[in-house]
């Protein structure tokens, strides 16, 4: 099953992500006949990233902490809310995964056979381990495309290119069209990338924001 094609094309766009790509491809791989390993490497993915971000940022955590804290604090770190302040965005995603944990303790049990009063409510649970999963990939790719537009590094600060952003960029392109001038067109995504760098970060958030609802939803 094909279902992390986003994270896939993103993983490709920033090359320093690449070693992630093992865990859509396990995910996509035991989604259809191992559900608890597809929820495992869904997990395995989101903590992988906010360890990643909290050790490039040189915040300490305990590598034993929760995939709740971790994200917590990952969302700290990265300023999309303050320590202690309510968050719908960020309780969004803390719930998300935390039931991912929890639907991966219902269904863990496989050793004994089941009632098919069992099996109709464990396809049930499968859909919501689906649900969970693309709600994984929503997670991820927002906190590495976030990451990478707010945190470069300063090399890549200075060498940022107009394609480290494709995704983005069609979308924007997408939304607005072409800019016509005289009688030539222009693509809205590079016009505001090379003459208006402010203005291309406002859309940047803009469309952050579009997939920080999609997530709560």
């Given at each position: ?20 790509e ?8 035991f ?20 360890k ?8 300490i ?23 202690g302040q ?10 998300a ?10 269904i ?36 590495i ?5 707010e945190?470069?590094t ?11 952003f494709?995704t ?16 030539y067109?222009?693509?809205?995504s ?28």
């Amino acid at each position: 099953m094909q279902i992390m094609d986003r994270l896939k094309e993103l993983i490709q766009e920033q090359s320093r992500w690449k070693d992630l790509e093992i865990y859509p491809t396990r995910i996509e791989a035991f989604l259809d006949n191992d559900f608890i390993s597809a929820i495992e490497n869904g997990k395995a993915l989101i903590e992988t990233i906010c360890k990643t971000i909290l050790d490039e940022q040189k915040e300490i955590y305990d590598k034993n902490e929760t995939i709740n804290k971790l994200v917590s604090k990952t969302l700290i770190t990265l300023g999309i809310f303050a320590k202690g302040q309510i968050s719908k965005f960020g309780s969004g995603i803390v719930t998300a995964l935390q039931n991912l944990g929890e639907l991966r303790n219902k269904i863990g049990d496989t050793s004994h056979g089941k009632s098919l009063y069992e099996i109709r409510k464990n396809k049930i649970e499968t859909l919501s381990a689906e649900f969970l999963i693309n709600s994984v990939e929503l997670i991820a790719c927002f906190l590495i495309e976030y990451y990478e537009f707010e945190f470069p590094t300063q090399k890549e600060k200075k060498e940022r290119k107009y394609d480290d952003f494709q995704t983005f960029n069609e979308y924007l392109d997408e939304a607005y069209g072409n800019i016509q001038v005289a009688d030539y067109s222009y693509l809205t995504s590079e016009v505001l990338f090379a003459v208006d760098e402010t203005a291309y970060e406002f859309e940047f958030q803009k469309y952050l924001s579009q997939s920080n609802d999609t997530i709560r939803e």
